[in-house]
């Protein structure tokens, strides 16, 4: 396996990705694409962040599907590897999540669309985006079965194997749902989702190679690559926002990637600060339903109360890409029991 190969296929979706930044920044503004900040986040938000150009999720659309494919094609060319047998199904689910990210994408596309036609941060409705985000779950899964990928067993490293049956497909989907909306939470301030994003592909860049998942070694690099190239203009202070254009594609690339590779378990520890975030929200409405009023956060997602803390948005994005960092480490080393 020519690794170097690989890493051309994460450098050149890093360039693609922040070379496209020089164009489309610009069209962004001319089109007048700006964010519509929520009232009830940080107030200063409103102040610093209202008009930023969002929707720049379309450019790690192009850089990671460009080098993937780019790297994928290469690497076929080059006789690393073959489209056939173990690598052949490899090649199947790196494709089949790529799609199912842009089609995560899609419906982020459409709400940043509605936000910003109607100048107010309020797309697609709850019941809109959870109704489309679950035929993108149905279909995924379908056409896993239809490929021959027929497998409904969840390894626990060093412990188990549990076969689910047709439950696994229930649970999966939910966790799906549950992953990519909190993908979709974690982008709250400069810089933040890329960075972590960053880290959780890095970390399954070395998951795939230690699987032998060589075709999915490709995304993930990939992936890194354009998250890379994405801070570029998106570390603080940023001069785009990726919206949920990007977050949704993001969060479609972290659960099938996760899924695709067969570490299903291996994924929500990566996957932990994700999860976290997500988790501070559900607990935060939880209580101040039951309470009538009281919080336990500041302000959800947790990285906004980091904020009313006093936490500067640079020190904040470092330690979640730590905390990111030893969740992936921890994964990392459970991969060997995979």
Not at 219 to 236: I, R
Request: proline letters at 2%; one cysteine or more.
């Amino acid at each position: 396996m020519s690794f170097w190969l690989i890493l051309i296929a994460g450098a050149g979706a890093a360039v693609i990705t922040a070379c496209m930044g020089c164009w489309l920044i610009p069209v962004l503004r001319k089109l007048k694409y700006g964010q519509t900040i929520l009232d009830i986040g940080p107030k200063w938000h409103k102040e610093k962040k209202q008009g930023t150009p969002t929707m720049g999720g379309l450019m790690f659309y192009i850089g990671i599907t460009a080098a993937f494919i780019g790297g994928y094609a290469v690497l076929c060319i080059n006789k690393t590897i073959s489209f056939e047998g173990l690598e052949a199904t490899a090649a199947i689910k790196g494709i089949s999540a790529l799609v199912m990210a842009l089609c995560f994408g899609f419906v982020g596309f459409v709400d940043d669309y509605i936000k910003v036609k109607k100048k107010r941060n309020e797309g697609l409705t709850v019941v809109q985006k959870i109704i489309m985000q679950v035929l993108i779950i149905a279909a995924y899964f379908t056409s896993r079965v239809l490929s021959g990928d027929t497998s409904t067993v969840i390894r626990i490293p060093f412990v188990c194997q549990l076969d689910l049956s047709f439950f696994y497909y229930i649970f999966m989907g939910l966790v799906i749902l549950y992953l990519v909306n909190a993908v979709n939470l974690t982008d709250g301030i400069d810089g933040l989702c890329s960075s972590v994003s960053f880290i959780y592909f890095i970390v399954f860049a070395v998951i795939t190679v230690n699987i032998r998942l060589y075709g999915m070694t490709v995304l993930t690099v990939a992936a890194a690559g354009g998250c890379l190239g994405f801070l570029a203009w998106n570390f603080p202070p940023a001069k785009v926002f990726m919206g949920d254009t990007g977050s949704m594609f993001l969060g479609g690339l972290v659960t099938s990637i996760g899924i695709g590779s067969g570490c299903e378990f291996i994924m929500i520890i990566a996957a932990a600060v994700y999860i976290w975030e997500a988790l501070t929200v559900l607990i935060q409405t939880t209580y101040f339903k039951i309470t009538h009023g009281k919080r336990i956060f500041k302000m959800t997602p947790i990285h906004h109360s980091f904020e009313l803390r006093g936490w500067k948005e640079v020190k904040i994005v470092i330690v979640f890409s730590l905390l990111a960092l030893l969740a992936g480490a921890a994964a990392v080393l459970l991969s060997y029991g995979q």
